[in-house]
């Protein structure tokens, strides 16, 4: 039986604009998939932004919990800057509220789907809006490693998505976190970490010098060295 959750609109706090669900970038229409060994394109990206809610979070010792938040709001912000389409779950979110930070990161009115299936491909209204960016390299970021962000990585890659996951800006209490890494890169998921998504996504040092002049907060915020 197929099942469909709820969208719930936040009023977050603007850092950007996303893109319209159904919008596709200039150069974007693509007649193939990227190979599995080429570098992520941010053309053919869309963010996926899973469970980052406190009941999940707390989980976590509490500097690994607020690395990873940190993490993922960066990551946010580099893909609003890049014009990367967001796509974000919340697990029963009437009563497990997102973390504000993240609230607070969101562009406002952003859909955030109620998830009510631990793997998103497997929710149809979540699919869809997955489907309608019209890019195909899934990247994940979120919780939790060994469940929600395994299950939807998997998911996609049954649907024939390319699906990257943050290693860095997804989290689970050990020794989970390893296995869950380990059980999607042998199952075909790109893992990469923060940084090297920014190179990634950028490419050249022309765009990397004009995202620190156009964000120049985004350095002294980033928990790697860029």
Request: net charge negative.
């Amino acid at each position: 039986m197929a099942i469909e959750g709820k969208n719930r609109i936040f009023n977050a706090g603007s850092h950007g604009h996303c893109r319209a669900m159904g919008e596709n970038s200039p150069g974007s229409g693509r007649t193939t998939s990227p190979g599995p060994y080429s570098l992520l394109d941010a053309d053919d990206s869309v963010l996926i932004v899973i469970d980052v809610q406190n009941v999940f979070l707390d989980n976590l010792p509490r500097p690994e919990s607020e690395r990873l938040l940190k993490s993922v709001c960066w990551l946010i912000r580099l893909a609003l800057w890049k014009d990367v389409p967001l796509v974000v779950t919340a697990e029963e979110s009437d009563r497990q509220p997102l973390a504000r930070e993240l609230v607070q990161t969101l562009p406002e009115n952003t859909p955030v789907f109620d998830k009510v299936s631990f793997g998103l491909a497997h929710q149809p209204n979540i699919l869809a809006a997955v489907e309608r960016t019209g890019r195909k390299t899934t990247v994940l970021v979120g919780l939790e490693t060994d469940v929600c962000v395994m299950h939807s990585a998997l998911g996609l890659l049954e649907h024939g998505y390319r699906v990257a996951v943050v290693a860095d800006a997804v989290g689970t209490p050990d020794p989970e976190q390893e296995i869950g890494l380990n059980r999607m890169q042998s199952a075909g998921v790109v893992i990469v970490h923060q940084k090297g998504l920014f190179y990634e996504w950028l490419r050249t040092i022309e765009a990397v010098n004009r995202f620190h002049e156009e964000l120049p907060d985004m350095r002294g915020l980033s928990q790697v060295v860029l």
